[in-house]
């Protein structure tokens, strides 16, 4: 997501917002970018991740929009409860996890299930 307001062609890093905490990105933290600009940070999809992929919950009531691949859903997801207009889908949860996971400029890593509790 981008900061309202904010200048298409001088876009700033803190421009730049998760879509499902709305945190201000400052280049110190992982995010994820999904289609048309939207972004999820890692503190996000660790939650995410947890509790759908691990837990096997669902707290997006289908049919639902994922925020990051923007198609219409029934399958599990994620609804932030800080912003639950953001709801991302099983499919992204793992493709972005994924992702994160193999990046080397971060030391994010895929949760466990012993560690989900």
Sequence with gaps: MHRPGADPANMQISDFLCDFSGR???GAF??????????ISG????????????????SAEPPYRCTMCLEEKEDPG?????RPEAMIC??????SA????????W??????????G
């Design 24 to 26: 201000e990105w400052d």
């Design 30 to 39: 992982p995010m994820v970018e999904g289609h048309q600009g939207s972004l």
């Design 43 to 58: 503190d996000c999809l660790t939650v995410a991740y947890t509790e759908v992929v691990l837990q096997g919950a669902s």
């Design 78 to 82: 994620w609804q932030s409860p800080a």
């Design 90 to 95: 099983k499919r992204c949860i793992k493709q």
């Design 98 to 105: 994924g992702r994160l996971h193999k990046d080397q400029d």
């Design 107 to 116: 030391e994010w890593r895929k949760p466990e299930a012993d560690a989900a």
